[in-house]
């Protein structure tokens, strides 16, 4: 167990609002990523942060923002949610320096629906 | 062209028979890290075993092995003895490089089916 929390673990919202989604790392972690899963995609990354306030992009970046002010939490930011951002969205962290050797653990996701 | 490439889309196995998954990968660096997941219904994300490009042995952990054919690009999962819990989506993921924050790279998984 990582202790990673995700919240909301579920949420409903409409076409236009704004979402903010948390992951929660309670061991320090330096290195904190974003997923997206969609049926016939695997996981595409988001965003990834390797330090408070030092973050870059994904292979799927476009409509999403994140913040990480604090080494524990990461958030993951839809300006103004679209109903292709239905999905269900992971969490993961690296244990150690983020290097080919290391493993990601994820957190228990969030399904998040834009209708 | 797809860098983790899992061509069965679904797989049917008895109980206590093996089975192989099948992974091929596609990268030009000679440092990275082959990684296989299970996904069960329930939506969580397990991580079950780990292989290196210079590791000269097939990892195992347990019932999973990983069958490495470095020349062929290929990592394939093999579960032994397979169980009922066995049944769920299974993805391969690459990490290439190592500049201290390489990401990983998954593939679009495999479903397994368990039957008695």
């Known amino acids: 167990d990582a202790g990673i929390t995700q919240s909301p673990r579920h949420k409903v919202t409409e076409t236009g609002t704004p979402v903010t989604l948390r992951c929660h790392q309670t061991?320090?972690?330096?290195?904190m990523y974003w997923y997206r899963q969609d049926p016939g995609h695997g996981l595409r990354l988001i965003h990834y942060?390797?330090?408070?306030?030092?973050?870059d992009k994904g292979e799927v970046s476009d409509g999403y923002s994140v913040s990480r002010s604090k080494t524990e939490d990461f958030l993951l930011t839809l300006e103004s949610a679209t109903s292709s951002q239905t999905s269900v969205y992971f969490c993961?962290?690296?244990?150690?320096?983020?290097?080919?050797?290391?493993?990601?653990?994820f957190g228990p996701g969030t399904r998040l629906t834009v209708l | 062209a797809q860098k983790i490439t899992q061509t069965q889309p679904g797989m049917f196995v008895q109980e206590k028979e093996a089975v192989t998954l099948d992974c091929t990968y596609d990268t030009s660096d000679p440092s990275y890290g082959l990684f296989w997941y299970k996904q069960p219904s329930s939506g969580e994300m397990i991580f079950l075993i780990y292989q290196g490009s210079y590791d000269q042995q097939n990892a195992t952990e347990g019932r999973y092995s990983l069958n490495f054919q470095k020349a062929r690009k290929s990592a394939n999962l093999v579960i032994s003895a397979s169980q009922l819990g066995d049944s769920a989506m299974y993805f391969c993921?690459?990490?290439?490089?190592?500049?201290?924050?390489?990401?990983?790279?998954f593939g679009k998984g495999t479903m397994l089916l368990v039957s008695p």
């Open positions: 993961a962290i690296s244990l150690t320096s983020g290097s080919v050797t290391d493993t990601q653990y």
């Open positions: 942060s390797y330090g408070v306030k030092d973050t």
């Open positions: 993921a690459m990490r290439e490089g190592n500049q201290g924050y390489s990401t990983l790279t």
């Open positions: 061991e320090n972690h330096r290195y």
